[in-house]
């Protein structure tokens, strides 16, 4: 049984500690090393960090051990105010978030479990200051539902053998006892890397295709996949959300924003019976660049302030244009997102959560001119984000994550620029935010 180390900091210390970080300048705090000032200790590779936040005071059973559950990082249930996510208290909040994939791949589980027991690496990731998870999976995951072998999840042997979906719901559960909000996200149909050029997996339904595809599927069994997901968590009130589809494309890249939006109101009219406070998350056409459409039709649902826009940028991002937004500088790289999605921010329209983004741990010259033109129009704009991607590894031979933030023990924190590059976005703290 593997043995749970729990820090209890000296009352002075923390208050120490408090004092310390009032008395510096919001520019002074940039400058340190970001997760120093979490209180998390990033060793040398095979070496344990080291957590020292301190716990709150409600307990559960953890493994091994009983532990205490952190007190919760936003308030729900969330809604939309204008631009803003605000929580219970009419409070605006800022989804910092993480995505964690596996689930939408071939072994059809969040990766890690061989390595870690979930509920240390959902620790680990309020530790390095995110406060919630896009958790993506694949329609073939649900239809298929199959036993999970034992080395997928060998850190967590009483995973083995349970149903897929079982193991995606107790991963989902180590998350929210851990006081992170998690929103699943369906990010392909077929159980395999996204995103590529296969049609099969393009879009929410592909029976269109007929017998092209090896998984096919209506509109309807997509929406009832939904149903299967989010019925297990219709009481779990930090499964804050859902993100609908990602992605969405057509042939050579396109589609209609009308038909997408109006695929989208019907699965989030089925959602929100299971769950009236549910954020329901749409992200753009073209692979999730484009949200231009929802100024002239905007997702319309029944239960008011439910619905969240999400785009996806990356280095390589920029359908229509010659230059990819890595070779773009910062003036033209931020009218596109202006004129894609930044709208509806500084038009006090709706939120927009950026939940995919990312870059190599070793950066060519464009990855940088990116990353650093991205985080200035984040940080300019204030959209909500999730960076992409936890993992070090992708399941499909064993690939290298370069775009992930943890070592192969998923314990050691890859140290360099992107994290302290976050703490400008809000990551490890809550952000004073002022709505209107």
């Known amino acids: 049984m593997k043995r749970r180390r729990t820090l209890l900091l000296p009352i002075a210390l923390v208050v ?44 559960l059973s953890g493994h091994g051990a009983h532990i205490q559950r952190p007190a919760s990082l936003l308030h729900p249930p969330l809604r939309t105010q204008g631009r803003y996510i605000v929580d219970v208290d009419g409070n605006p909040v800022r989804l ?80 929210t006892d851990a006081g992170l909000a998690v929103i699943p996200n369906n990010h392909i149909t077929q159980s395999t890397w996204c995103c590529g050029a296969n049609l099969c997996d393009a879009g929410w339904a592909n029976d269109w295709l007929g017998p092209a595809c090896r998984v096919r599927q209506t509109e309807h069994a997509w929406i009832r996949n939904w149903e299967t997901v989010m019925a297990r968590f219709a009481h779990n009130p930090l499964v804050v959300g859902a993100d609908l589809r990602n992605e969405v494309r057509g042939p050579w890249g396109t589609m209609r924003w009308a038909t997408w939006a109006s695929a989208a109101e019907r699965a989030a009219e089925r959602l929100l019976q299971l769950n009236r406070d549910w954020l329901i998350v749409v992200e753009g056409v073209s692979s999730a660049n484009d949200l231009s459409g929802a100024r002239d039709r905007p997702v319309a649902l029944s239960v008011a302030a439910r619905v969240v826009y999400s785009a996806h940028v990356y280095a390589w991002s920029g359908w229509g244009a010659l230059w990819p937004y890595s070779r773009r500088p910062y003036a033209d790289f931020a009218a596109a997102m202006r004129a894609n999605w930044g709208f509806l921010l500084e038009e006090d329209i709706a939120p927009v959560w950026v939940g995919e983004f990312g870059t190599a741990e070793a950066p060519s010259e464009g990855d940088r001119n990116y990353w650093v033109n991205l985080l200035d129009f984040l940080d300019e704009v204030g959209a909500d984000w999730g960076y992409w991607a936890l993992n070090p590894r992708k399941p499909a031979g064993d690939e290298w994550e370069g775009y992930g933030l943890l070592e192969d023990d998923w314990k050691t924190v890859r140290r360099d620029y992107r994290l302290e590059d976050l703490g400008r976005l809000g990551l490890g703290g809550r952000e004073e935010r002022a709505a209107g």
Do not use: C, K
């Open 16 to 59: 120490a500690a408090a004092l310390l970080l009032t008395a510096l300048s919001g520019s002074q705090l940039r400058t340190r090393p970001f997760l120093s000032r979490l209180g998390l200790a990033v060793q040398e590779p095979g070496a344990e960090n080291v957590r020292s936040r301190p716990p709150s005071t409600a307990q």
């Open 96 to 175: 910092a978030s993480i995505n964690w994939y596996g689930a939408s791949d071939i072994q059809q589980v969040p990766s890690g479990l061989a390595q870690r027991h979930r509920d240390d690496i959902a620790a680990l990731i309020r530790a390095m200051g995110f406060n919630s998870v896009r958790l993506p999976y694949s329609d073939e995951m649900v239809t298929t539902n199959p036993p999970v072998a034992a080395a997928p999840v060998a850190a967590n042997p009483d995973l083995a053998g349970l149903p897929a979906l079982d193991v995606f719901a107790a991963v989902t559960t180590s998350l």
